[in-house]
């Protein structure tokens, strides 16, 4: 069955390739964009499970938070910790706020200070929910911390409800638009190629990590 509905598949992209190579490129470019977004997000997933064995149902909502994050520091320029369950934010000032029409300098720094206090946001949440969370439950039930993850997720869901509201939170355009490549019918947006640049460091450095890890642990296991 799986062999028809692969065949089936690899037909009708042949297909389409045949027909309409142009379009069928221009898709592929943009599948490419969007799921090496989806495969970052998955090898957070991974790497978690491969290291404490553990589905972390919080992964995706600890993204949302960095998100927020690099919103206020875009939008107001400021560092902002939430104090949950209240809807105070502390905001430290960073002098990070940038627009499109920002001097390039701005720009840089406005970027580097996103991905520098984004991660370092999400690193001490992550950190502090296993310490918290699944650190006294490693030896308990898989059932255990598996409800526990649930329960974060929740948490941190509610914080940002409670930090940024229920509706859309937009991020200024602040690197230039437009398209690199126009050939053919064939586009290729500045998206897709900051996405393509970025990404695939973004996933292997953390695969590296994730195969030491696992060889360390099986050098532990063989030494015992």
């Known amino acids: ?32 964009t969007n799921g090496s977004i989806y495969a970052l997000v998955a090898l957070g997933y991974t790497l ?14 600890n993204f949302m938070l960095g998100t927020f994050q690099t919103n206020g520091i875009v939008n107001a320029g400021s560092f902002q910790i939430p104090f949950f369950p209240t809807s105070f934010v502390l905001a430290i000032p960073l002098g990070a706020a940038a627009t499109a029409n920002s001097s390039s300098g701005q720009k840089i720094y406005t970027i580097l200070a ?15 929910i296993e310490r918290i969370g699944y650190k006294p439950l490693r030896n308990q039930p898989k059932l255990a911390p598996l409800i526990t993850a649930i329960g974060f997720s ?17 991020i200024p355009d602040i690197l230039p638009k437009g398209n690199i490549i ?41 030494q015992a």
Not at 154 to 170: E, H, M, S, Y
Not at 198 to 215: D, W
């Open 1 to 32: 069955m799986g062999a028809v509905l692969a065949a089936s598949i690899g037909y009708w992209l042949i297909k389409n390739a045949v027909e309409s190579p142009d379009r069928f490129l221009e898709v592929t470019l943009i599948g490419i």
């Open 48 to 61: 978690v499970y491969g290291i404490i064995e553990l589905i972390n149902f919080a992964h995706g909502d």
């Open 114 to 128: 996103c991905l520098f206090f984004s991660m370092l946001f999400c690193m001490v949440i992550n950190v502090s």
């Open 154 to 170: 929740f948490i941190l869901q509610n914080i940002g409800l409670a930090w940024k509201g229920p509706g859309r939170v937009p």
């Open 182 to 222: 126009e050939t053919h019918g064939i586009t290729i947006t500045r998206p897709f190629v900051d996405t393509s640049t970025v990404n695939p460091n973004s996933l292997v450095h953390p695969e590296l990590l994730s195969a030491h890890e696992r060889l360390r642990r099986r050098r532990m296991m063989a």
